[in-house]
């Protein structure tokens, strides 16, 4: 048994007096959100002082500032670390949930060092090939797991103010595409746009043609450069963004045709707050 009164890297450390060197956590953001990416992130933290990160702590309970000083410590210190990157795109094509999940399996197999257990938040993860366990609200308990998620909403946050200056009229870079008053308004009076996800309850709405299949909903993109699959068998090498530094960032694009999903279909999510 480890409390959680025993801090941060408890868990972790139990794990490693039992034989599992490497303990791997992942974790995501995005999931609230109804525009930009869904991103996950895994993270090895080396035994010791070393993997002890200054500042580190569940993503959502640190100031900007904060997160980025702590992301910068992360990556410095993580014995390897990845972030995989589900476009808006994808997740009406698959489902919220579907794509929350491959993406946390998805980063955890594109580590350079091979996890001996792996520790994810909230939701258990299947087909990693060790054992894990998934951890209810993971990361305010598991060190690891902690980091992943400043990997992931650092990592988001940077591409949702990159999305501001595409889109200056959502407010991206204010409220990183949650629902917000502000976001709300702004979607009744301009419409959604190509980085929101229409199978969403309010963005459907907003588009005016609720009981249209998500896909046919979505606008063109056309200035976008068409994105290689991560999910394709074909792709045996990890696509790197420039923000990937000394570890790996994927974007995934299509496993596999699937059905659109029904409209509102994963309208009712975890809340998260920024």
């Not at 080396?46 to 500042?55: F, S, T, Y």
């Not at 407010?171 to 929101?196: M, N, Q, W």
């Not at 229409?198 to 005016?208: I, K, L």
């Not at 200035?223 to 991560?230: G, Q």
Request: hydrophobic share 45%.
């Amino acid at each position: 048994m480890v409390r959680r009164e025993a801090g941060l890297y408890a868990l972790e450390q139990a794990l490693q007096r039992r034989g599992f060197e490497h303990v791997a956590g992942a974790d995501e953001a995005g999931r609230g959100a109804c525009a930009g990416p869904l991103v996950a992130a895994a993270a090895i933290l080396p035994a010791g002082k070393r993997g002890e990160v200054p500042g580190l702590a569940d993503s959502k309970l640190l100031t900007a500032a904060a997160r980025e000083r702590v992301y910068a410590e992360v990556v410095d210190r993580a014995l390897a670390w990845s972030v995989m990157i589900i476009p808006p795109t994808e997740v009406d094509a698959r489902g919220l949930h579907v794509c929350n999940l491959a993406a946390m399996r998805r980063s955890l197999a594109l580590l350079t060092v091979r996890p001996d257990y792996v520790l994810t938040d909230g939701f258990p993860v299947d087909g990693l090939g060790v054992p894990g366990l998934a951890v209810w609200k993971g990361d305010r308990v598991a060190a690891c797991v902690a980091a992943a998620s400043v990997l992931a909403k650092v990592t988001r946050d940077r591409l949702m103010v990159e999305l501001h200056d595409k889109f200056p009229e959502y407010g991206f870079a204010v409220h990183k595409g949650y629902i917000t008053d502000e976001h709300s308004s702004a979607l009744l009076r301009h419409g959604p746009c190509a980085e929101h996800r229409f199978s969403y309850v309010n963005v459907a709405a907003a588009s005016g043609r609720g009981n249209v299949p998500p896909r046919a909903r979505r606008p063109a993109n056309t200035t976008a450069e068409p994105i290689p699959s991560l999910f394709d068998a074909s792709v045996t090498e990890p696509l790197l963004l420039p923000m990937a530094a000394e570890g790996t960032v994927g974007v995934a694009s299509g496993e596999q045709p699937q059905p659109s999903p029904s409209v509102g279909e994963d309208e009712a999510m975890e809340g998260e707050t920024r």
